[in-house]
């Protein structure tokens, strides 16, 4: 019987791996490597800071975050205080993961989106998260646009 539910398990863990999607509203849906993202509005780094952070559709304060809800911190590698311009980033790889803040109460759900500028802006990455519990899941990247809402969009490359 053990070895029964054992192959299963394997079965049902490998089997989920190999899942894909091309629909944003689907957890399989990772964002196709190549694809754009485009800062559509000024984003201000504050001073002593080398990131800006949106939420609900806004750039926030980063101690103003709401962590049950997804939040995104778009990284560079220079000190604010500065404005990074609206501009076409370039997707150079995409992670998407969890960790335990608090083990076995809070969760933090997370995506990683890796960017690359043609201008030169010194840009690192986007990461997305959000706070849950051991039974909540990932979100999917429509949730994670609209937690940006127009300050940032993607036209994702069909592979």
Same mark, same amino acid.
């Given at each position: 019987?053990?070895?029964?539910?054992?192959?299963?398990?394997?079965?049902?863990?490998?089997?989920?791996?190999?899942?894909?999607? /091309? /629909?944003? +509203?689907?957890?399989?849906? /990772?964002?196709?490597?190549?694809?754009?993202? =485009?800062?559509?509005?000024?984003?201000?780094?504050?001073?002593?800071? @080398?990131?800006?952070?949106?939420?609900?559709? +806004?750039?926030?304060?980063?101690?103003?975050?709401?962590?049950?809800?997804?939040?995104?911190?778009?990284?560079?590698?220079?000190?604010?205080?500065?404005? %990074?311009?609206?501009?076409?980033? @370039?997707?150079?790889? @995409?992670?998407?993961?969890?960790?335990?803040?608090? !083990? $076995?109460?809070? =969760?933090?759900?997370?995506?990683? %989106? !890796?960017?690359? $500028?043609?201008?030169?802006?010194?840009?690192?990455?986007?990461?997305?998260?959000? !706070?849950?519990?051991?039974? /909540?899941?990932?979100?999917?990247?429509?949730?994670?646009?609209?937690?940006?809402?127009?300050?940032?969009?993607? +036209?994702?490359?069909?592979?």
């Amino acid at each position: 019987m053990k070895f029964f539910t054992f192959t299963f398990f394997i079965f049902v863990a490998t089997s989920c791996a190999s899942m894909h999607s /091309d /629909d944003p +509203n689907s957890l399989f849906f /990772d964002i196709p490597k190549g694809s754009t993202f =485009l800062l559509n509005k000024k984003i201000i780094i504050p001073h002593n800071e @080398t990131h800006s952070t949106i939420q609900f559709g +806004n750039e926030i304060a980063n101690d103003d975050r709401k962590f049950y809800d997804i939040n995104c911190r778009l990284d560079f590698k220079k000190f604010g205080p500065r404005t %990074i311009e609206p501009e076409s980033f @370039t997707v150079t790889r @995409t992670e998407d993961g969890s960790n335990w803040v608090s !083990y $076995s109460n809070i =969760l933090r759900f997370y995506t990683e %989106i !890796y960017l690359s $500028s043609k201008k030169g802006t010194d840009v690192i990455k986007m990461v997305c998260q959000q !706070y849950g519990s051991g039974s /909540d899941r990932n979100f999917t990247v429509a949730e994670m646009q609209e937690a940006l809402g127009d300050i940032i969009t993607f +036209n994702y490359l069909h592979q």
